[in-house]
């Protein structure tokens, strides 16, 4: 039997604004503070956690199809030295059974969508395909320096 699990994702500052960006990114909401609470601020306090845990907004999105896994962003005192050892993929290029054209369109798109929103391009968009490839990927960087990509 599955299991239920939510990902968790780093971050050194406020997770509001990272939580922003993955929402943005996949597809997925802020999500509410509990039931009977305005705030998350208020429901930190009502379950006791310290002060250090409060003025960091919403730190958590989730699909609102309720299909994916809920993310959290945690706050970390660490700031990111090497690279990821589990990163997201996001599908945004369609179905195997486009052309690989149309494929690389899509990537590329979404690539500058999310660079625009503080992403950072780590591979080149105007790479070159080795003639006869049928996969096209974007490897890239979250605000907090975490790697995706893109295909």
Known sequence: ?????QLVINCVGHPEPLARFWAEA?????????????????????IGLPESWLGRGTDCIIDPDGAGPRIWIQVVPDR?????R?????????????????????VDADAR??????????SDLSEELEEGAD???????????NEFDIN
């Open 1 to 5: 039997m599955a299991v239920r699990y």
């Open 26 to 46: 996949l597809g997925y909401v802020l999500e509410p503070p509990p039931a009977g609470f305005v705030t998350w601020d208020d429901w930190r306090r009502h």
């Open 80 to 84: 990111k030295t090497v690279s990821n």
């Open 86 to 106: 589990l990163h997201l993929d996001i599908h945004a290029s369609g179905r195997r059974d486009l052309p690989i054209e149309t494929r690389k369109k899509r």
């Open 113 to 122: 969508r999310l660079c625009d929103l503080g992403a950072t391009l780590l």
């Open 135 to 145: 996969h096209y990927a974007v490897a890239l960087r979250d605000p907090e320096g």
